[in-house]
């Protein structure tokens, strides 16, 4: 490979920073008091993580430069979605009744292509794994189908690269947004995506081979589905038996998110159903 065709932390962490950067969220207005607790607390925590350990110049100095290098990385995406999202998704979520969610992760990217309720996603002519079709019906807690509702999917391709973040994938490969029908149905055809490896060559990766961790997500395929007068809810969904299923780096596996695929009743690949349940407004 070429290095333009190599992928790097530093090109897909500068592609996580940039679309985060640009995105569009509600802010809040800054409250005085509430920065002034959690950030008082925060440096609290780790004044004591000091004192406990009783942590050396020289290991403040390897903090303090390995901090600088995250953010020329572009890696804060990365690192704050794998180690803290987890609990922050847990305590939004934690009155929710509908269908689990977990975290959302450094790479969606808002606006793919609109598909009908029964659709490809866009793949290359030779997408290569195994064809997956994931289907299933949206509906709210109280049983009521929800018709046109939004399916939004995004996933790794079976090298474990996402588009617009690894070098050298079509814009929208393995990206769509899926409208259900009138019975809030929904049929996607796509392909099993592979575990995902934080990049080992950004400063992510130099903390999880310095700790002696892995660096692996298992196979996943994320989603955000939504419905008029109803809360979005952003999940990813797990394969039953994949490597790392037990052991995800970035701790989002709910046991209530894993699919087991079985073979297409037409022969080709695996299918599934999964069925949403949406909470109110
Ligand atoms: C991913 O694909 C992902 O979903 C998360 C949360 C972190 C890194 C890569
Ligand atoms: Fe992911």
Known sequence: MTEANTATAAASGAAATERFRNRQREETAADTKRIDLLASELIGAVHEIIRRHKVTYAEYDVLKSWLIQVGLDGEWPLF???WLEHVVEEVANENRGGSKGTIEGPYYVQGSPELPSEATLPA???????????????????????????VEIWHADSDGFYSQFAPGLPEWNLRGTVIADAQGLFKIHTVEPAPYQIPT????????????????????????????GHQLVTTQLYFHGGTHVEDDIASAVKPELILSPAPASDGGGNEVTYNFTLDRD
Request: proline letters at 5%; one cysteine or more; aromatic letters at 6%.
């Open 124 to 150: 290359r002519e030779n997408e290569s794994g195994t064809p997956l079709l994931f289907q299933g019906q949206v509906t709210n807690v109280d049983g009521e189908v929800q018709a046109g509702a939004k």
């Open 80 to 82: 704050l979605d794998v």
């Open 201 to 228: 060559d950004g400063s992510c990766g130099r903390l999880i081979t310095a700790a002696g961790w892995h660096a692996w997500r298992p196979a996943h395929l994320h989603l955000k589905v939504s419905a008029p």
